[in-house]
């Protein structure tokens, strides 16, 4: 469960979030849509710990654990996954140095090296990505697409608790999308407590992916909330009715 | 022995080690060179070095005087993170230990000895091989090269004496690491090797543990001889303590279809000034410098690389990476030169520099002097720096923000460390790794 309370957040002394108030319950999936600028990015990296994004007040906790007194990679080892909007490239780091390190990171655990090898072919192999990947450094050179990818890559290695998805539907055409919605369908079966928050501008993700509340974020709050119908009403009347 | 440098101990220090006359000649013409030359003004600030105030000569017996226990803790920790045998760290630390490696070295000398090769140091190359020894010694680098040149060249003890026969191939590196018994990594060591046409060799010193000396400067001269069609790799990974000032000349000169490589990697010291350079003598010559420099607090590393192309169809590539931090400064300081003639010249220099933090700098000073029009030169320089971004995206996925930094860093010199023998480039990782839990606060 994550329970997010009257949140404010800041970057550069201008507040972007103004009191989101949001529960995801263990298993659910969650859309967020919205316009641009009206939050919902600062939202998914606030609740990863964006050094930029100053929280001025409000909580957000997973269970019982205030996520917002943790550095990054505590939260990571608590099970929160963000997929970003746009990945970085660290050139240099071959997936496989840095997925086995994460890895090792997040579980606690050293794996044999041959294992954690199939393992990421594994994962490499399920979202399209040839297994030499592995060897290529992370996100260096690669498209859009490709990155997209490779986060789905690191989803399905890390296997989070809770995943936030940063608009994966930008640069993915329809075998992309399925990919995300397969990628999800197989840690969810794997762990049925999987909760996940999908921000997108678009319907079309959200086929592959079915919601059980959509959130419509504008000027920093959650300013209307509803069931995977509305996903409908927004593509056909835009945001201008319900908000 | 007392501190200082004139005739006299220029002098001593050349029976000490029973040399023949011509070399207790070239030794005082050295030092009548160096006591003319001024300081060089053109590079880093030596301005607090004198050169007058350093000990040039330890007699044998006197290089185990200081113990173990005056070794300042930073570095035994050092040592220990990095895994060093116990043994080896006691000779690093220049407490002149025993090393267990004797054996394995004596059995590979043995090898090598089947096939000609000869892997001395370089008193007892100058004794035992002395024509050999004198129709290359310093003729590449004359004392009156630079300063510093002069300094080793009246004062140097130590180093390693390698010859290479024609068409040999030496399949695993030579290493100064297993001898160190033997010689010492000297303050003023000079290495000579000599590659015959068609053979190949890899040469290794240093190590990536700090090597800790009570004296304050390092002047080594290093220079190889690439004949025909031969090969010499040369890799250097040193970590001076940061009081040491670190002068070294070295020069690789490479005859028709010869290659050459540098492989290059300063960490430490106070200040560094290292320009390995490789003069493409005939057809053919191919030439290959790739360099790291670490500057961290107080410490200026003024590295880079000169490649001559004096012959046509020559080839050269240079990476120089610079990282720094702390308020370190590196500078890239390079030489390209085409002469009229050598067409067909092809050269790609590319230096990188990497910065930590708002506090620390970085320059680069290349000069690219290209007489022949049919030559094909790139230069390109970059600067960079650690983004919060690239830091934010690898600790959202576990990794703590030391170990994030230290993966950026060690991504960065990727290429360099790739190059390394592999327990070198272990090392190197986990050396950085250390820097990096050090740089943050």
Known sequence: MLSIFNLWVSINDQAILKGVNLTIGDGQVHAIMGP???????????????????????????????????????????????????????????????????????????????????????????????????????????????????????????????????????????????????????????????????????????????????????????????????VAQVEKSGYAGLV | MKKGLNEQIVTEISEKKNEPGWMTDFRLQALAIFQKMAMPIWGADLSQLDPYDILYYLKPFEKTEHSWDDVPTN?????????????????????????????????????????????????????????????????????????????????????????????????????????????????????????????????????????????????AVVELFALRDAHIRYTTIQNWSNNVYNLVTKRAIAYKNAKVEWVDGNFGSKVTMKYPAIILKEPGAKGHIISVAVAGAGQHQDAGGKVIHLAPDTTSNVLAKSISKAGGRSSYR????????????????????????????????????VQEQQSDIGHEASVSKISDEQVFYLMSRGLSQSAARAMIVNGFIDAFVKELPMEYAVEINRLIAMEMEGSIG
């Open chain 2, 75 to 219: 570095i035994k920790n050092t040592f220990e993170k990095l895994g060093i045998p116990q043994a080896e760290q006691k000779f690093l630390a220049g407490v002149g230990a025993q090393f267990e490696s004797e054996l394995i070295y004596k059995s590979l000398q043995k090898k090598w000895a089947d096939c000609g090769v000869l892997f001395t140091d370089m008193s007892t190359g100058l004794r035992d091989y002395p024509e050999l020894f004198k129709k290359y010694f310093a003729t590449l680098i004359p004392a009156h090269d630079n300063k510093f040149a002069a300094l080793n060249s009246a004062v140097w003890s130590g180093g390693s004496f390698v010859y290479v026969p024609a068409g040999v191939h030496i399949d695993m590196p030579l290493q100064a690491y297993f001898r160190i018994n033997s010689m010492s990594m000297g303050q003023f060591e000079r290495t000579l090797i000599i590659a015959e046409p068609g053979s190949s060799v890899h040469y290794v010193e240093g190590c990536s543990a700090p090597a800790y000396t009570k004296n304050s400067l390092h002047s």
């Open chain 1, 36 to 230: 641009n600028g009206s939050g919902k990015s600062t939202l998914a990296y606030t609740l990863m710990g964006h050094p930029h994004y100053r929280v001025m007040q409000g909580s957000a906790k997973r269970d019982d654990q205030d996520l917002l007194e943790l550095s990054p990679d505590k939260r990571a080892q608590l099970g929160l996954f963000l997929a970003f909007q746009n990945p970085y490239a660290i050139p240099g780091v071959t997936v496989f140095e840095f997925l086995k390190c994460a890895h090792q990171a997040v579980t606690g655990q050293v794996t044999d090296v041959k294992i954690f090898r199939e393992l990421l072919a594994d994962a490499l192999v399920s979202v399209g990505l040839a297994s030499a990947y592995a060897e290529r450094a992370v996100n260096d050179g690669f498209s859009g697409g490709e990155r997209k990818r490779l986060e789905m890559v690191q989803m399905l290695v890390l296997k989070p608790k809770l995943i936030i998805l940063d608009e994966i539907d930008s640069g993915l055409d329809v075998d992309g999308l399925k990919m995300v919605g397969l990628s999800i369908a197989r840690l969810k079966k794997e762990n049925p407590m999987l909760g996940v928050i999908c921000i997108t501008h678009y319907q079309r993700i959200l086929e592959y992916l079915v919601p059980d509340q959509v959130h419509i974020m504008r000027d920093g709050v959650i300013a209307y909330t509803g069931d995977a119908g509305l």
């Open chain 2, 334 to 369: 390079g030489l390209l030169k085409v002469i009229k003639g050598a067409h067909g010249a092809v050269s790609r220099v590319n230096c990188d520099a990497l910065l930590l933090d708002d506090i620390s700098r970085t320059d680069t000073y290349p000069t690219v002097d």
